[in-house]
T-cell receptor, first 111, second 112 residues
């Protein structure tokens, strides 16, 4: 079945540091890939997505590239801010099937 | 007002009690979902519904039931709550098969 593996947290960074959160997946066919973010006390919201190989999703300074050859969708940001502190979930959807989530990676950014 | 509203936001109950978590949405979406979030396990799908007459089990449906009362309303019930159902529950909607999920703010349930 489909699965998503993402790096365990928590990840603690200083403000303005470079962020990478690794995500790899296993799926049949050609899934769509997503990053969702959960701020403290809130529900998840879509951060970015990519629907086919080599697509790059981007939003709020975050980027992720759909790499079919390595089955990866790593999340990056060049300069994190305290306001980026949240839990980040990698996810995939195969065709019309349900969305499968990774276990989440907590990011803490300190001033 | 939030597009996806869950009630209650917090609930403490005792083992064996019946609990209902309610979800309503103003987004006009046909597809609705119930997820459970546990630390270290991410989100797991409990039930989903693609329209009012369609109900489907997710990966962890045992001990839960749902009702789709209208396009805008999707309720999750625990007929006899047990402590390992203590978790954060999320309702979500989507508008077409490839669309993003829109989440409510969550309902934190504690079963003593």
């Amino acid at each position: 079945g489909d699965s998503v593996t993402q790096m365990e947290g928590p990840v603690t960074l200083s403000e303005e540091a470079f962020l990478t959160i690794n995500c790899t997946y296993t799926a049949t066919g050609y899934p769509s890939l997503f990053w969702y973010v959960q701020y403290p006390g809130e529900g998840l919201q879509l951060l970015l997505k990519a629907t086919k190989a080599d697509d790059k999703g981007s939003n709020k300074g975050f980027e992720a590239t759909y790499r079919k050859e390595t089955t990866s969708f790593h999340l990056e940001k060049g300069s994190v801010q305290v306001s980026d502190s949240a839990v980040y979930f990698c996810a995939l959807r195969s065709g019309y099937q349900k969305v499968t989530f990774g276990t989440g990676t907590k990011l803490q950014v300190i001033p | 007002d939030a597009d996806v509203t869950q009630t209650p936001r917090n609930r403490i109950t005792k083992t064996g009690k019946r609990i209902m978590l309610e979800c309503s949405q103003t987004k006009g979406h046909d597809r609705m979902y119930w997820y459970r979030q546990d630390p270290g396990l991410g989100l797991r799908l409990i039930y989903y519904s693609f329209d009012v007459k369609d109900i489907n089990k997710g990966e962890i449906s045992d001990g839960y039931s749902v009702s789709r009362q209208a396009q805008a309303k999707f309720s999750l019930s625990l007929e006899s709550a047990i402590p390992n159902q203590t978790a954060l529950y999320f309702c979500a909607t989507s508008d077409f098969p490839q669309g993003e999920l829109f989440f409510g703010e969550g309902s934190r349930l504690t079963v003593l």
